[in-house]
C-alpha cells in the first residue's frame, strides 16, 4: 500500500486549499480513506474520512462547515477542500487508509502516507 499526499503550502486565514492523496497497492473496494494532522508539540488528531460506498463522510467538530472530505474510488484518491482556514489548522496532514466501513473510527487507520505541511497565516 502506499499514500502520496500533495496540495499542501501556505495559505492565509480565510483562504483555501485542496489537499490530495493518491493511493495506490491495493484492490478492495472496502475501505476508508481520511486525514489526521498534528501541530508542533500536539497530538495527532483525525479531521475528516470518507468511505468508498455511499456519501458516508465523517468529520472533527473543529472543522465541520469548513473543510469538505471527498474520495474518488476509481481513483483510490482522497481530497480535503479546506474552506477558511484558521491559524490553528496549521501542521502536518497525513493521508490514512482503514479497512472496512467503520471510517469514524480513528484508530482503525493503519496505512499512512508521509505527510504535506500546510501553513495559515
Known amino acids: 500500500v502506499q499514500l502520496v499526499e500533495s ?3 501556505s495559505v492565509q486565514a480565510g483562504g483555501s ?3 490530495s492523496c493518491a493511493g495506490s497497492g491495493w484492490t478492495s473496494r ?6 489526521f494532522r498534528q501541530a508542533p508539540g ?3 488528531e483525525g479531521v475528516a474520512s470518507a468511505y468508498t460506498a455511499g456519501d458516508s463522510t465523517y468529520y472533527a467538530d473543529s472543522v465541520k462547515g469548513r473543510f469538505t472530505v471527498s474520495l474518488d474510488n476509481r481513483k483510490n484518491t482522497v481530497y480535503l ?4 482556514p484558521r491559524p490553528d489548522d496549521s501542521g502536518m496532514y497525513y ?5 472496512g ?3 469514524e473510527a480513528w484508530s482503525g487507520y493503519t496505512e499512512w502516507g508521509r505527510g504535506t505541511q500546510v501553513t495559515v497565516s
Open 42 to 44: 500536539k497530538e495527532r
Open 101 to 103: 466501513s467503520v471510517c
Open 81 to 84: 477542500q479546506m474552506n477558511s
Open 17 to 19: 486549499l485542496t489537499l
Open 30 to 35: 472496502d475501505y476508508c480513506m481520511g486525514w
Open 7 to 9: 496540495g499542501g503550502g
Open 95 to 99: 493521508c490514512a487508509l482503514a479497512w
